[in-house]
């Protein structure tokens, strides 16, 4: 990330770490990448939270990231429609 505040694709860890850092709780940076984007993307009937007939898009992390937000940097699966995409190596 440069003095610009952009963050590249494949980051959003990294942006959710800035909304901390400039004072928004856990909680409410998780809710911006996930339930709140659902809802302004109209989807939310299909991704967002974790439901029954929703798909199962799931990031399975090592430690609770609303204790940290960092956390959100140590991924380990990715499942993307119920499938496993990536499992880290010491899993």
């Not at 990294?14 to 989807?43: H, W």
């Not at 204790?67 to 499942?79: A, F, G, H, T």
């Amino acid at each position: 990330m440069g003095e610009s505040g952009y963050v590249h694709h494949g980051l959003l860890y990294k942006e959710l770490e800035i909304f901390v850092q400039n004072g928004m709780d856990e909680y409410e940076a998780l809710r911006t990448a996930t339930i709140n984007a659902s809802e302004i993307l109209g989807i939310e009937k299909e991704v967002g939270t974790i439901e029954i007939g929703k798909k199962a898009d799931i990031v399975v992390l090592g430690k609770n990231p609303i204790e940290d937000i960092s956390y959100l940097s140590e991924i380990r699966y990715v499942v993307k429609e119920g499938k496993i995409l990536y499992k880290a190596i010491n899993e």
